[in-house]
């Protein structure tokens, strides 16, 4: 289906190495499972899957709002929702740049990263990833301050 308003795309920088990976990684269970070996070819096709789900992860900014899609997880919101960014503590992660929300978004289930945000944070944050892992940061931040222009914490 074709989109009749201009839509941008973030993916992580890995992406395309983690689906090589992830290929080579469900080939290579295959094989040992045809072999017998039940045991390594099952965690072998986990951690396929896992691999897998890190070529999913992405953010889409459009003029009607922004959307953070990661395996089993999509939020999105309007650009009138958006608050600021702040750094937010996730379990494990550490901390991660989020946008932070004026009204709570209604999520059906936490999955995916969410799972380690704080239980305070879940349906009012969307995550950020920063230069370093994601595909043209600095460009997601124009656009984030062309339609949102009041936001701060977006440095």
């Known amino acids: 289906m074709e989109h009749i308003y201009p839509r941008h795309v973030y993916y992580l920088k890995s992406r395309k190495i983690n689906l090589v990976l992830?290929?080579?990684?469900?080939i290579t269970a295959a094989f040992v499972l045809v072999s017998g070996q039940s045991i390594s070819g099952v965690a072998l096709l986990i951690i396929g899957i896992s691999m897998y789900g890190l070529t999913t992860f992405h953010i889409i900014v459009s003029p009607s709002g922004i959307s953070y899609h990661d395996t089993g997880l999509t939020l999105r919101t309007t650009w009138n929702n958006i608050?600021?960014?702040?750094?937010?503590?996730?379990?494990?992660?550490?901390?991660?740049?989020?946008i932070i929300l004026k009204k709570e978004i209604k999520v059906n289930s936490w999955k995916g990263i969410s799972w380690a945000a704080p239980s305070d944070k879940r349906?009012?944050?969307?995550?950020?990833l920063d230069d370093k892992r994601l595909e043209k940061f600095d460009e997601l931040k124009i656009?984030?301050?062309?339609?949102?222009?009041?936001?701060?914490?977006?440095?």
């Open 123 to 128: 349906g009012k944050i969307i995550p950020m």
């Open 22 to 26: 992830a290929v080579l990684t469900f």
């Open 83 to 98: 608050d600021r960014v702040e750094l937010v503590d996730f379990r494990v992660f550490g901390s991660r740049k989020c």
């Open 143 to 155: 656009q984030i301050k062309s339609y949102a222009p009041d936001i701060t914490g977006l440095s």
